[in-house]
């Protein structure tokens, strides 16, 4: 909630008494108190526009009446708002009699045929029969672009798709093109579509203008079956609507009615086009298994069982810590709980991981840091509340899309102040008032936090007596900020000290504020230190500043944050839970039925693929996860899972590191099972099926209990609603946050308090070498994350090539043209890929994509800590 209280306006709606905040419109007061009111052009999300004039009211202030369009009027103290009175009847009936003198009746074959307002505001108003002759316009429905189909005979100019490409977007990829009756919606001199291909356009038409063609199926709305869950893909954790036909999700739409989610409808072009993995014939179809190097078919009965088997055998051989799994950050949580709860449970071993806790397990000790000191950070609903908000290393339009659309509402309908820190120019158009671009040296994050921290003391622009007797440690850490003079700073990030001024001084004053951390930071080889000084920031503020501030650990998949919650690592039990805290053993031990739990100090899954190949893991259990393809260390992992003396891999598609395993599992996709990923703000929301496991897939819960039965130690639960219950007893901070209707954000509790800055090592900068003089910089693509999205057809058709990004100024000394084939090569190894030029990324930078098997960037970076230097050269 901004600082900026807004005073409570009491008026009437048809005779009752009501009230709103200041600067609310009639229309949306009206639509909250649950008074129906016709209207086509009016979004919540977006500014007043009132194109459709369909939604007059009266009002009547000291007995004066007055006819308002409801969608522009504000309330005001003491008016009376009457709705549907003859007289707004009858003019709403008018403007809506000239729109249908054009549109079409072709309702029966319409996308939007069910859920459509100009449906709904015609049989309101009773306007069967029109006055006026009818003048259909009679164009062609235009298709070129690969997801989005505009039939614009149904348009009726309400310009919701324009102003939410504009204000939701900000990439104002649609516009009213031509004039008086010839007006229409389109692209700039009829170009093909060339956006980020949100879909919010879709979303908003009101009347099937604007369709979305991935489907393959049109047609009336109701004969959809529709299933709320949660988007698979990132941590922002978007609701999404299934919409599914005879068994088969055939689209996915934003819901933007109220209290669902936390995303108002919103989606990115994977959330809303990347349902082409669930029916798709490339996924694993039967359990198979490695006879020799060749994969055959065999039952799920024969392949649990030899699962069983060898679990046991080793354990009895090799002890507890010879097993080992990675856990998916694409599990539910209850399969993540599951998961651990095999391992430590049943053959007493504490190995169990998951990739981004491997790479960066410091990401969570973060987070528990921050609730040390107090800071717990709000739902994320309030960030388009926010008063400023620090984008920190994160191109938002790819890695967090939803979030950027959070942070746009804002600067609109709040006046957020946004700071974006970055080393690339990353796009972000929005409308706020104050809009600053820190675009500092490649690997200079360090710097940027420390000095803002810095000029923040050095201002007094918090109150420093206050700090100092709530944090003990405050003198040693402002000592350690001395390196960070402007001279210097400006040095190490290539900026002056006055933009990194202003942007202390905005957020240092009272506001409520939100830091968004991008996973960029975890290449930076100062992750764990960059999220010390950020925390540092948020201290210093919270401790002696006005407002509040939120800040979220940077995850990257749709469960990244639950796998954590649920204790798939060495380092915490479900809950964060110490696993040497003998109270939470034995209280597990109880709630587990067994007579004890007593882990191994030694902590291999720390260094789980190092210690695959030194052949202290002999057997490892893969779920869901492809680290030879997306893990850091890519070669490690490889040799780790060539030397582990037996492979386990469930997965929907056969990924590299299946291809590796002795045993292969399919599993299910998110539609088609039951349970709750936790966003990373630390929601908790609701995963439904939507169809029946393909094939012979079948979701990583099921699996989990039949292993655990084929052993013969059965789990007392069976359905994901027992797990629940199991999981509010085990992990107190999740009590009544499942099933996760109602996207509920868990609250920190029985974490210790402890006031304490944390100290940072110095920023190590980064060193010329002369023979490769570029720094890599790679990133989730804006259509694509992790394996699955290459599965997508319709995001491969607008995401269907790596490229390299290059600056032009780089590009002209290398003499090189867009479209160009280049090397890129580290110490490590090479990669050959196409070439884009872009202002975008920084001299001396090259960026590429993570999402291509066929460009292998992990293998450049192979385990380099810090930014990895490279050279290019042309091919051929
Ligand atoms: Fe899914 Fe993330 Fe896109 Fe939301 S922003 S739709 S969670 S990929």
Not at 255 to 269: F, S
Not at 407 to 412: E, H, M, N, S, T
Not at 784 to 800: C, F, M, R
Request: net charge negative; with cysteine; charged share 25%.
């Amino acid at each position: 909630m901004s600082t900026v209280v807004k005073k409570n306006i009491h008026f009437k709606i048809d005779g009752k008494e009501v009230s709103a905040p200041e600067g609310t419109v009639i229309l949306e007061a009206c639509k909250q108190q649950g008074y129906e009111v016709t209207n086509l052009c009016y979004n919540r999300k977006l500014k007043p526009f009132a194109a459709c004039r369909t939604c007059m009211v009266e009002t009547w202030t000291n007995g004066k009446k007055e006819l308002v369009y409801s969608c522009t009027q504000p309330v005001a103290d003491g008016i009376e708002v009457k709705t549907n009175t003859e007289e707004t009847d009858r003019y709403n009936k008018a403007c809506l009699e000239m729109l249908l003198v054009e549109h079409p009746l072709d309702c029966p074959i319409c996308d939007k045929s069910g859920v459509c307002p100009l449906q709904d505001n015609t049989d309101a108003l009773k306007l069967y029969n029109g006055r006026f002759e009818i003048n259909r316009r009679n164009e062609p429905s235009i298709k070129t672009n690969p997801i989005i189909e505009f039939y614009m005979n149904r348009c009726i100019m309400c310009g919701l798709c324009v102003r939410a490409c504009d204000e939701t977007q900000g990439v104002q990829a649609l516009d009213f093109h031509k004039r008086g009756m010839k007006v229409g919606i389109g692209t700039a001199n009829d170009e093909p579509l060339d956006c980020e291909f949100c879909g919010q356009c879709i979303t908003v038409c009101p009347t099937g203008a604007l369709m979305d063609m991935t489907s393959g199926a049109r047609g009336l709305a109701a004969m959809f079956t529709n299933t709320h869950t949660t988007c698979n893909y990132c941590s922002w954790g978007c609701t999404v609507r299934l919409e599914s036909k005879k068994g088969q999700v055939l689209r996915i739409e934003g819901d933007e009615g109220y209290n669902v989610g936390i995303n108002e409808g919103n989606l990115c072009a994977k959330g809303r086009f990347g349902h082409g993995i669930i029916h798709n014939q490339d996924r694993i179809k039967a359990p198979l298994m490695n006879f020799g190097g060749t994969f055959k078919e065999v039952t799920w009965d024969e392949a649990i069982k030899t699962i069983a088997e060898r679990f046991q055998s080793t354990v009895n051989r090799s002890g507890p810590d010879s097993i080992a799994g990675i856990g998916s950050e694409k599990m539910t949580n209850e399969e993540a709980y599951l998961f651990q709860k095999l391992f430590r449970g049943h053959f007493g071993s504490n190995q169990v991981t998951n990739l981004a806790n491997l790479r960066a397990p410091y990401v969570n000790q973060f987070m528990v840091d921050c609730f040390k000191n107090g800071i717990h950070s709000k739902p994320v609903t309030e960030l388009e509340r926010a008063d400023v908000v620090l984008v920190f290393n994160s191109d938002l339009p790819s890695e967090y899309p939803v979030g950027g659309n959070s942070i746009r509402k804002g600067a609109v309908f709040t006046g957020t102040d946004i700071i974006i820190a970055n080393p690339r120019y990353v796009i972000f158009n929005n409308e706020a008032r104050t809009d600053i671009r820190l675009t500092y040296t490649h690997g200079a994050d360090l710097a940027i936090a420390s000095r803002l921290a810095r000029i923040i003391l050095d201002k007094n622009l918090v109150d420093t007596a206050k700090i100092k007797a709530a944090v003990p440690n405050f003198d040693k850490w402002a000592e350690s900020l001395k390196p960070y003079s402007a001279s210097e700073a400006e040095k190490m990030t290539g900026l002056p000290d006055e933009i990194l001024t202003q942007a202390a001084e905005r957020f240092a004053r009272k506001a409520d504020r939100f830091i968004i951390i991008g996973n960029d930071i975890l290449d930076t080889g100062q992750g764990e230190d960059v999220l010390k000084a950020l925390l540092n920031l948020s201290i210093l503020v919270h401790s002696g500043g006005k407002g509040s501030i939120s800040i979220y650990p940077p995850r990257e998949h749709c469960n990244s944050q639950g796998v954590n919650d649920m204790g798939v690592t060495p380092d915490s039990l479900p809950g964060y839970q110490s696993p040497e805290d003998p109270a939470a053993l034995d209280a597990l031990a109880k709630e587990w039925g067994v007579a004890s739990l007593k882990f191994s100090t030694e902590n291999l899954a720390r260094d789980l693929f190092g210690n695959c190949v030194k052949g202290k893991i002999k057997l490892l259990y893969v779920a869901g996860e492809d680290p030879v393809q997306s893990y850091y260390k890519a070669a490690l992992a490889k040799e780790a899972l060539q030397t582990v003396p037996f492979l386990v891999v469930q997965d929907v598609f056969m990924t590299e590191t299946a291809k590796m395993a002795d045993i292969i599992l399919p599993i299910s996709t998110f539609a088609e099972k039951d349970g709750t990923y936790t966003n990373m703000t630390r929601h908790v929301q609701k995963v439904a099926s939507a169809t029946l496991p393909q094939g012979e897939s079948k979701p990583d819960f099921d699996i989990l209990l039949e292993i655990a039965e084929a052993l013969g130690k059965p789990f007392p639960v069976a359905s994901v609603e027992e797990v629940q219950q199991e999981i509010e007893r085990v992990v107190p901070i999740y009590r009544e946050t499942l099933p996760g209707d109602e996207s509920k954000q868990w609250m920190p509790a029985g974490f210790a308090a402890k006031a304490e800055f944390q100290i940072c090592q110095p920023y190590n900068g980064t060193k010329e070498e002369k023979a490769y003089p570029f720094r890599l910089q790679t990133s989730n693509h804006m259509f694509h994350i992790g394996s699955y999205t290459q599965h997508a057809k319709a995001l491969v058709d607008i995401g269907p090539q790596c490229f390299a990004q290059i600056h032009p100024e780089d590009a002209e000394k290398l003499k090189l043209q867009e479209g160009d084939h280049i090397v890129v090569e580290s110490e490590n190894g090479k990669v050959e890929v196409a070439v884009k030029t872009s202002y975008v990324t920084a001299p001396g930078m090259v960026y590429i994509p993570k999402n291509w098997p066929e460009v292998p960037v992990n293998q450049l970076r192979n385990g380099q800590e810090g930014l990895v230097p490279i050279k290019v050269s042309k091919t051929g």
